[in-house]
């Protein structure tokens, strides 16, 4: 199975063609939210004020910078900001630029402190981000195999066709990506709890299977601390309104979008996996948070594999890019998911259920779309003009 994407100078395929200007230190969100907004082609990342953060979570926000950058779907990277760290190493120009450097894509910087104040620096800002996107276009798509493809994915608003046939499409196509040499991603450390036990089997090594057990702990007594139980309020209220009783039962449908390859990491969040295969981020469940991880991370293209039985009659809101440069593919197990929002959701793996469909033909039908958008064709949430707010997964107190 092929797709046509874009090969990068380090060998990574792309399946978009972004100019990404990126905002890093203090005061740079302005000017480089003004740069992109001239530059077709273009998106921006700003990351949260680093100020008052923890040592961990300025070195996750640098890890979101640099892995967003680097990330095949990127074709060049204009860094925006200020050239001295702040006495925070995290942030420094060896860190920041250096890394992106690597992936040896066309890339330049815009210092506030190397021009003539703020106007001059965005003149500046735009004719380097011009020159950036021009040098971009002349990538043209080449043809690619499945196994050059990344791809996250979460779930949510499970119900009993979550374990019945949504996760387990969308893992039939994890393991064809896997088996054919590439990447993927599964997440949501609170989504596991209940069946860590099984997840844990599936690691190759016993150093990784222990981060990913002291993960899930470390979650659950997070939540303990707060006076919450997450055996005892989990599955919350609308969970059980569709269908699902327990703690168990709703982790068993989880965890099935993973397919059935063997585990090699237990990555941080936003962290990019050292080799290819089947991986796991902890990370927390939302979305806006959990996209942005994946595409730092590598993913090119992400999934939100939804379930939805106890939502109204009426059809869900419009969907909009969540993963900033990565594309979200909207796929359901509920037949009558889809039929309320056929304008939204992608993809409907339901017709395992309405049609008796096998799970293993439908995930490869499956297969075939994420090849289409792969190449080009655009996911219901990319026809939007819209941009979703952006949070990156921060655990310190950020005084």
Same mark, same amino acid.
């Given at each position: 199975?092929?797709?046509?994407?874009?090969?990068?100078?380090?060998?990574?395929?792309?399946?978009?063609?972004?100019?990404?200007?990126?905002?890093?230190?203090?005061?740079?969100?302005?000017?480089?939210?003004?740069?992109?907004?001239?530059?077709?082609?273009?998106?921006?990342?700003?990351?949260?004020?680093?100020?008052?953060?923890?040592?961990?979570?300025?070195?996750?926000?640098?890890?979101?910078?640099?892995?967003?950058?680097?990330?095949?779907?990127?074709?060049?990277?204009?860094?925006?900001?200020?050239?001295?760290?702040?006495?925070?190493?995290?942030?420094?120009?060896?860190?920041?630029?250096?890394?992106?450097?690597?992936?040896?894509?066309?890339?330049?910087?815009?210092?506030?402190?190397?021009?003539?104040?703020?106007?001059?620096?965005?003149?500046?800002?735009?004719?380097?981000?011009?020159?950036?996107?021009?040098?971009?276009?002349?990538?043209?798509?080449?043809?690619?195999?499945?196994?050059?493809?990344? %791809?996250?994915?979460?779930?949510?608003?499970?119900?009993?066709?979550?374990?019945?046939?949504?996760?387990?499409?969308?893992?039939?196509?994890?393991?064809?990506?896997?088996?054919?040499?590439?990447?993927?991603?599964?997440?949501?450390?609170?989504?596991?709890?209940?069946?860590?036990?099984?997840?844990?089997?599936?690691?190759?090594?016993?150093?990784?299977?222990?981060?990913?057990?002291?993960?899930?702990?470390?979650?659950?007594?997070?939540?303990?601390?707060?006076?919450?139980?997450?055996?005892?309020?989990?599955?919350?209220?609308?969970?059980?309104?569709?269908?699902?009783?327990?703690?168990?039962?709703?982790?068993?449908?989880?965890?099935?979008?993973?397919?059935?390859?063997?585990?090699?990491?237990?990555?941080?969040?936003?962290?990019?996996?050292?080799?290819?295969?089947?991986?796991?981020?902890?990370?927390?469940?939302?979305?806006?948070?959990?996209?942005?991880?994946?595409?730092?991370?590598?993913?090119?293209?992400?999934?939100?594999?939804?379930?939805?039985?106890?939502?109204?009659?009426?059809?869900?809101?419009?969907?909009?890019?969540?993963?900033?440069?990565?594309?979200?593919?909207?796929?359901?197990?509920?037949?009558?998911?889809?039929?309320?929002?056929?304008?939204?959701?992608?993809?409907?793996?339901?017709?395992? %259920?309405?049609?008796?469909?096998?799970?293993?033909?439908?995930?490869?039908?499956?297969?075939?779309?994420?090849?289409?958008?792969?190449?080009?064709?655009?996911?219901?949430?990319?026809?939007?003009?819209?941009?979703?707010?952006?949070?990156?997964?921060?655990?310190?107190?950020?005084?």
């Amino acid at each position: 199975m092929k797709f046509l994407g874009y090969v990068r100078p380090d060998g990574q395929v792309g399946i978009r063609n972004h100019t990404l200007v990126v905002a890093s230190g203090r005061g740079a969100g302005n000017l480089a939210t003004l740069v992109a907004n001239t530059i077709s082609g273009s998106k921006v990342f700003v990351g949260p004020n680093e100020n008052g953060r923890d040592t961990p979570d300025r070195a996750t926000i640098a890890r979101i910078i640099t892995g967003l950058a680097q990330n095949a779907n990127v074709g060049a990277v204009l860094i925006v900001g200020n050239k001295r760290d702040g006495g925070y190493p995290e942030f420094s120009y060896e860190n920041i630029v250096g890394k992106i450097a690597k992936s040896g894509k066309p890339m330049d910087t815009l210092f506030m402190s190397e021009t003539d104040g703020f106007y001059q620096a965005l003149g500046e800002g735009m004719r380097k981000g011009r020159a950036l996107a021009e040098a971009a276009s002349e990538v043209a798509r080449q043809e690619a195999g499945l196994g050059k493809l990344s %791809i996250g994915v979460k779930c949510g608003y499970s119900d009993a066709t979550s374990g019945m046939s949504g996760n387990p499409v969308v893992g039939k196509l994890f393991d064809r990506v896997v088996g054919d040499g590439g990447t993927a991603i599964f997440s949501e450390t609170t989504e596991v709890i209940g069946a860590e036990h099984l997840v844990a089997k599936r690691f190759t090594s016993v150093e990784e299977r222990e981060k990913f057990l002291k993960a899930v702990m470390r979650v659950e007594e997070e939540a303990k601390a707060t006076g919450e139980d997450i055996r005892s309020i989990n599955p919350i209220p609308a969970n059980i309104q569709a269908g699902l009783t327990t703690l168990e039962e709703k982790s068993l449908g989880a965890i099935a979008k993973a397919g059935t390859s063997p585990i090699g990491q237990c990555i941080m969040y936003g962290e990019i996996p050292r080799k290819p295969g089947l991986h796991y981020m902890d990370s927390w469940m939302s979305s806006t948070a959990l996209f942005l991880g994946f595409a730092a991370a590598g993913a090119t293209l992400t999934l939100f594999q939804m379930g939805g039985g106890w939502m109204p009659n009426n059809a869900m809101m419009p969907t909009a890019a969540t993963g900033l440069i990565a594309p979200t593919m909207y796929v359901t197990g509920n037949p009558r998911m889809y039929d309320k929002s056929p304008h939204e959701i992608d993809f409907n793996s339901g017709t395992v %259920i309405s049609d008796g469909e096998e799970i293993g033909v439908v995930g490869e039908r499956l297969a075939r779309l994420v090849c289409r958008v792969a190449s080009g064709k655009l996911t219901k949430g990319e026809t939007l003009n819209v941009q979703e707010n952006l949070e990156v997964y921060l655990r310190g107190p950020g005084l």
